[in-house]
């Protein structure tokens, strides 16, 4: 059974760091693409980004290029969502997802992690 | 890149049919079997109905169906429960190898 495990919920000030992370397993991590999806307060799901964890190779949204950085360890079958200097507007449920479907289409989610950024 | 245009809400009573659009452009919709559709119920991770226009994964009853005329794609829920009452989302490839999602579509069994 494949299993996407988030980290907690977090709460940061504007201007501070933060890297999330989902933990995999069951299926073989490094040769399935997995990324990110991003949910506003409120509002739609957002396309983030992808990785393949094998060579690390990433896909990014134009919309989030350069905002924020997936990255894999494929040691520890888990991969990760960071900020380097969060803004208000980065509060939101956080989902990682296994792409399953052509198009890299999502098709296991994990249970999402809620951002909270505020001073 | 702007999100897919499906509408704000539909509605529908038990044992009706109703069907949620979702548009996009050559780029997404219009130029790739990729759309796959998504439910989601407040405050839980989204479940795929829907996948290549119009496939069901393992578990989804056959009252949800798919399908893509142009640069339309379309959800059908036949046999209407109230446990369809949720939110629904389109996903479309897009030709930047990314992907992109619909702005959500609320639906309410009445």
């Known amino acids: 059974e494949v299993q996407l495990v988030q980290s907690g919920g977090e709460v940061k000030k504007p201007g501070e760091s933060l890297k999330i992370s989902c933990k995999a397993s069951?299926?073989?991590?490094?040769?399935?693409?997995i990324g990110w999806v991003r949910q506003m307060p409120g509002k739609g799901l957002e396309w983030m980004g992808i990785?393949?964890?094998?060579?690390?190779?990433?896909k990014y949204s134009p919309s989030f290029q350069g905002q924020v950085t997936i990255s894999a360890d494929k040691s520890i079958s888990t991969v990760y969502l960071q900020w380097s200097s969060l803004k208000a507007s980065d509060t939101a449920l956080y989902f990682c997802?296994?792409?399953?479907?052509?198009?890299?289409?999502?098709?296991?989610w994990g249970q999402g992690t809620l951002v909270t950024v505020s001073s | 890149q702007s999100a897919l245009t499906q509408p704000a809400s539909v509605s529908g009573s038990p044992g009706q049919s109703i069907t949620i659009s979702c548009t996009g452009t050559?780029?997404?919709?219009?130029?790739?079997?990729?759309v796959s559709w998504y439910q989601q119920y407040p405050g839980k991770a989204p479940k795929v109905m829907i996948f290549d226009v119009n496939n069901r994964p393992s578990g989804v009853p056959n009252r949800f169906s798919g399908s893509k005329s142009g640069n339309t794609a379309s959800l059908t829920i036949s046999g209407l429960q109230p446990e369809d009452e949720a939110e629904y989302y389109c996903?479309?490839?897009?030709?930047?190898?990314?992907?992109?999602f619909g702005g959500g579509t609320k639906l309410t069994v009445l």
């Open positions: 050559s780029s997404d919709v219009g130029g790739y079997n990729y």
């Open positions: 069951g299926y073989t991590f490094t040769t399935e693409w």
């Open positions: 997802a296994r792409v399953k479907y052509s198009g890299y289409a999502f098709g296991d």
């Open positions: 996903s479309s490839y897009t030709t930047s190898h990314t992907r992109l």
């Open positions: 990785i393949f964890p094998s060579d690390s190779d990433t």
